[in-house]
Structure formats: C-alpha cells, structure tokens
C-alpha cells in the first residue's frame, strides 16, 4: 500500500475516533475540506507540514501517519 493511501486511511480512522467532522479538522490543518477529503482518499499525497500537524493533533508520531511504524507513540 502507498503511503499516501496509508496516510488517507489512518487520519480518516483518527478523525473518527476523536469526533472531528471532516470541515472542523480541515480547519485545524488549515487546508481545505476538499483537500482533506482527497487526503483520505488516497489520491493526494500530504506534505510533511501536513502531516505534523496532524500528528500532534492525534499525539501519534508521523512514522505511524505514513505506515512506517503500526505504533501509534
């Protein structure tokens, strides 16, 4: 699996458990709904800003975000 289609995957989950409606957490990145709905699609890759963002949001590491790691700290 790409890390772009991992990334979508995992915000999505997040986004999920902590309650967050899609246009409420584009805000809290910054970004668009639009991009973040591409995001979780998997056919947008995040930028490394991006994904920092949401890994302190989600208090998980950015390896976990990209698949490298299942561990989420």
């Not at 800003?49 to 989600?58: N, Q």
């Amino acid at each position: 699996m790409k890390v772009k289609e991992v990334f979508g995957i995992r915000i999505r989950e997040l986004r999920d458990e902590n309650g967050y409606g899609l246009r409420e957490f584009a805000t809290m990145l910054g970004i668009s709904h639009s991009a973040l709905t591409n995001y979780e699609k998997g056919k947008r890759a995040a930028d490394i800003e991006i994904c920092k963002k949401a890994a302190d949001i989600f208090h998980v590491t950015g390896d976990y975000l990209m698949g490298i790691s299942d561990e989420r700290r």
